[in-house]
Structures are given as C-alpha cells and as structure tokens.
C-alpha cells in the first residue's frame, strides 16, 4: 500500500547513553529551560555557543550529528524563508540592490539571526523527542502537573488518555491499512481522481473505522475495570519515575547555564 | 460499567484515530497545508461525550502530534497549534443539535487557534509592515475550510451508523 508505508511514527530512538537514561521531568524542565535561554539571545554570535552546547548533548545522547541535524529538515524551508524575508526588507543602509530588492548590512544580520534562532528551537526541541520515548514523556508530563490535581486538573485522565492513544496508533494505522486492502480486493480506486472521487472511494474505508474503533473502547474500557481500573487515585506503576541526584544535576546545570549566558548576551556583548 | 472509564477510553482511541488520520492525506494543497481527516474523531467524540471530555480529548491530541514530532518556534505557537487548537474542537460539544452547527463552531475556533499562532510566529519573525492577518487567515483557511466540509459530510454518514453500535 503506498499510503501508509514508510511511515516513521514518532522520532524516538532507543539507545543506552546518559540522556536517555534521565528522568522525563528532568528532561522536559531542562528543554523548556534551553528553549526559553535560545529565546532570549540578542546577539547572533552568541548562538555559536548554545550550537555547541547543542553538539555536547548529542554527543553525551550518543545519537549521531547527522540524525539530530536531519530532524530540523521539515522546517528547513520555514527557516530560509524567514531568513530571505529579513534579509530583503529590513530597512537599513543599502550595501547592494538588485532591481527593487535592497540588501543592507542589517538585513543580512537580522536574516542569520532569525534563521538560526528558528533553527536552535526546533533542534533542542527534538532532543527531548529523539531521547525520550512518548509513553515516559506522558508518564513525565502527569508527574508535572500532578501539583495541580487538588485545583480539578484532570492530571491523570489526561495522561491515561495519552498513553491509550500512543498505544493504539499503530494498531489503527494497521487497522486502516487492513480495510484499504479489503477495499481494494472489491475494486475500490483509493488513489486516482479528483477530491471528490478520491473522497468517495475513502467512505467504505472510513466507516467500518469509526466503527471499529468506537466499539474497541466497549471492549477496553470493561478490560480496564475488570483489572479493578478505578481512575487514578491509589494507582501503583511498574516502573515508578525516580528522580536522582544525576538529574539535579542536570537540571540545574541547565538553568544555570541558561541565566549564564543570558547574563553574559547582555552584559558582555 | 463506569460512565467515566468509558469516556476515557473512547478519549483516548478518539486521540489515537485522530493522529492516524492525520497520516492519511486525502489531498495535499499546493501551498503546504494538507486535507486531512484528523478533526472529525475528536468533533465526533465531543459530540458524543460533551465539552469538557471532548476538550481533554483535542488537548491529548495535540500534545501527542507535539510529541510525535511537532515543531515548537514560539512558546505561544507551540501552545496554539497543538493543544489549543485540537482542544478548541472540543466546543462542538456545547452545540450538539444539530450536529452540523457543532462541528462548525468548533472547527472555527481550531481555525482561529491557527490564524492567531500565525499572527504571533509573523510577529516575531516577519520584518515590519507586513500584513500578517490576512496572510495567516488565507494560508489556515486555505486547508481548515475544506476539512470542515469533508468532516460534515462525513460525519453525517458516520453518525447514524455509530447510534446503531450502541
């Protein structure tokens, strides 16, 4: 089927190292930190040192430079964009012009800046998915906003919910793919005509689907309260988060860091 | 059986069918966005469960997209194009008859969560002087209009036969 082949689904990759042995919360506090610090950068040669900090941590991620560049390629072109924007219509004493485009010095500057800022979010931002499988973000991600429970915050539901939808993903991909192939064994045209067409051909797929799926909750939700599911209150885990020194470490290090060289962009430079 | 279980559950694989048909492109638009089905689960569940479960629903969808490899410019845009917007979809559970005034609502307000997140990116990252509203409500509205009408005719076929499982 040439719809849903070669699907990468999520971005994780498994691996023994340091970062992806950290705890989720540490990883999540520490990548809003580092996303918040590239956010506050003024000067664009201040970027030459959160891009080797970046390189540290794939290094000690121990996934490969090429893997951690090649994740920014769905923005790549959001990124020129933004850049060429900048560099043509920033106002600015000319250096050059080409018919009705001006180039200025301060275009040039705002374009690499802004360039590159964009580029920093999106990179940092797919090292806590490169390292971090989606279950323990969800697991991360409860324990974060458990805090907020006694205020009526659906911490737990939430989280549950995320955990059923990742787990059921690929099943409904291969769900999809199996009544494709069914439909198409009668004959059905799934990938040729207009939008139109191609919408009719999708009913009989989308049906039994919605079907299937609407009715698969009957099935796990008695499951679920047949094994005693009572919500989240009381709940145990198999693997429970530990939050160690290590990750004091870590997390510390980042926002340190962070305040550092922010202090530094606007003192310094 | 609990009411709330059930709800979970349906939440969750609601979520789960959502991003696997955001996989599924129907048609790709030559400027970049995609037709996809991905609004109609979660438009479906909110109309079947209400506002609150179908907000915390669209909520887990986008946080999961996020996850899956979402892209975070802005903290304000990470926040508006994936919870938000998915969660906003929710709202169809506050207008559940007819069914079609439901959808519409909340596919706007998603249509809205997206136009402004565009308004915030361009803001930040556009030079000065550029017309950043109506750029950000032709680019989203060029995509989130078609998904409507797709989802209502959809949802119209789907919806008799989903009252019949029960």
């Given at each position: 089927?040439?719809?849903?082949n070669?699907l990468?689904?999520?971005?994780?990759?498994?691996?023994?190292s340091l970062?992806?042995?950290?705890?989720?919360?540490?990883?999540?506090?520490?990548?809003?930190s580092?996303?918040?610090?590239?956010?506050?950068?003024?000067?664009?040669?201040?970027?030459?040192?959160?891009?080797f900090?970046?390189?540290?941590?794939?290094?000690?991620?121990?996934?490969?430079?090429?893997?951690?560049?090649?994740?920014a390629?769905?923005?790549?072109?959001?990124?020129?964009?933004?850049?060429?924007i900048?560099?043509?219509?920033?106002?600015?004493?000319?250096?050059?012009a080409?018919?009705f485009?001006?180039?200025?010095?301060?275009?040039?500057?705002?374009?690499?800046?802004?360039?590159?800022?964009l580029?920093?979010?999106?990179?940092?931002?797919?090292?806590?998915?490169?390292?971090?499988?989606?279950?323990?973000?969800?697991?991360?991600?409860?324990?974060?906003?458990?805090?907020?429970?006694?205020?009526?915050?659906?911490?737990?539901?939430l989280?549950m919910?995320?955990?059923?939808?990742?787990?059921?993903?690929?099943?409904?991909?291969?769900?999809?793919?199996r009544?494709?192939?069914?439909?198409?064994?009668?004959?059905?045209?799934?990938?040729?005509?207009?939008?139109?067409?191609?919408?009719?051909?999708?009913?009989?797929?989308?049906?039994?689907?919605?079907?299937?799926?609407?009715?698969?909750a009957?099935?796990?939700?008695?499951?679920?309260e047949?094994?005693?599911?009572?919500?989240?209150?009381?709940?145990?885990?198999?693997?429970?988060?530990?939050?160690?020194?290590s990750?004091?470490?870590?997390?510390?290090?980042?926002?340190?860091?962070?305040?550092?060289?922010?202090?530094?962009?606007?003192?310094?430079? | 059986?609990?009411?709330?279980t059930?709800?979970?559950?349906?939440?969750?694989?609601?979520?789960?069918l959502?991003?696997a048909?955001?996989?599924?492109?129907?048609?790709?638009?030559?400027q970049?966005?995609?037709?996809?089905?991905?609004n109609?689960?979660?438009?479906?569940?909110?109309?079947?469960?209400?506002?609150?479960?179908?907000?915390?629903?669209?909520?887990?969808?986008g946080?999961?997209?996020?996850?899956?490899?979402?892209?975070?410019?802005?903290?304000?845009q990470?926040?508006?194009?994936?919870?938000i917007?998915?969660?906003?979809l929710?709202?169809?559970?506050?207008?559940?008859?007819?069914?079609?005034?439901?959808?519409?609502?909340?596919t706007?307000?998603?249509?809205?969560?997206?136009?402004?997140?565009?308004?915030?990116?361009?803001?930040?990252?556009?030079?000065?002087?550029?017309?950043?509203?109506?750029?950000?409500?032709?680019?989203?509205?060029?995509?989130?209009?078609?998904?409507?009408?797709?989802?209502?005719?959809?949802?119209?076929l789907?919806?008799?036969?989903?009252?019949?499982?029960?």
């Amino acid at each position: 089927m040439k719809f849903l082949n070669h699907l990468t689904f999520g971005q994780y990759v498994p691996t023994e190292s340091l970062i992806h042995a950290m705890d989720p919360r540490a990883k999540i506090l520490g990548t809003v930190s580092l996303l918040t610090g590239v956010f506050l950068v003024e000067h664009p040669s201040a970027f030459l040192i959160w891009f080797f900090l970046l390189m540290i941590i794939t290094f000690l991620s121990k996934l490969s430079y090429r893997l951690i560049l090649g994740s920014a390629r769905p923005v790549l072109i959001l990124v020129i964009f933004t850049a060429l924007i900048h560099i043509f219509f920033t106002g600015g004493t000319p250096l050059f012009a080409i018919g009705f485009l001006k180039i200025s010095r301060e275009g040039i500057t705002m374009g690499v800046y802004m360039g590159i800022r964009l580029l920093l979010l999106v990179l940092f931002a797919s090292l806590l998915t490169l390292t971090t499988s989606p279950i323990e973000l969800a697991d991360g991600l409860e324990a974060l906003f458990a805090p907020l429970k006694p205020l009526g915050f659906p911490a737990h539901e939430l989280a549950m919910m995320m955990t059923i939808a990742l787990r059921f993903i690929p099943t409904l991909l291969d769900e999809t793919d199996r009544i494709m192939k069914a439909q198409l064994a009668r004959g059905a045209d799934l990938d040729r005509g207009g939008l139109i067409k191609r919408l009719r051909s999708f009913i009989p797929v989308l049906i039994p689907l919605f079907v299937i799926v609407f009715q698969r909750a009957d099935d796990l939700a008695i499951a679920m309260e047949s094994r005693c599911y009572k919500g989240g209150k009381g709940r145990t885990r198999m693997d429970p988060l530990e939050w160690s020194i290590s990750d004091s470490v870590a997390f510390t290090t980042c926002l340190a860091l962070v305040l550092f060289l922010s202090w530094i962009d606007r003192s310094i430079w | 059986m609990q009411n709330r279980t059930r709800m979970l559950v349906e939440g969750g694989l609601a979520a789960g069918l959502a991003i696997a048909l955001s996989y599924l492109r129907i048609f790709r638009m030559p400027q970049g966005g995609s037709v996809t089905l991905e609004n109609l689960p979660l438009l479906i569940y909110a109309l079947r469960w209400g506002f609150k479960g179908g907000f915390g629903a669209g909520v887990v969808a986008g946080l999961v997209q996020l996850i899956l490899g979402g892209y975070v410019v802005h903290p304000a845009q990470a926040l508006l194009d994936y919870p938000i917007a998915f969660g906003v979809l929710g709202f169809a559970g506050l207008v559940r008859k007819p069914i079609w005034a439901g959808m519409l609502l909340g596919t706007s307000l998603r249509l809205v969560a997206h136009i402004l997140s565009g308004v915030i990116f361009f803001a930040s990252y556009a030079p000065e002087g550029t017309n950043v509203w109506l750029y950000s409500t032709i680019y989203n509205g060029s995509y989130m209009v078609p998904n409507l009408a797709l989802s209502l005719i959809l949802a119209y076929l789907i919806w008799p036969r989903l009252k019949k499982v029960e």
